[in-house]
């Protein structure tokens, strides 16, 4: 991933993949819906914070699928 900052609220997002080469998001499930959210530049490329998926998992009333 490219940047450190979630492309949803502009945070750091807590990116671990250069340290590690793991990130604490490999071990979520991201609903689809959540990458509607995420401007088109940054689909797929700058990670989404712990906070904003869990905020939007809470908002949409769903678990992961």
Not at 6 to 19: A, F, R, W
Not at 20 to 38: Q, Y
């Amino acid at each position: 991933m490219s940047a450190k900052i979630c492309p949803l609220c502009g945070e750091k997002n807590g990116c671990m993949s250069e340290k590690t080469g793991t990130c604490w998001c490999t071990a979520e499930e991201f609903p689809k819906g959540i990458f509607e959210t995420v401007p088109a530049e940054s689909l797929y490329k700058d990670c989404i914070c712990k906070k904003c998926l869990d905020q939007y998992i809470k908002e949409a009333g769903t678990g992961s699928v």
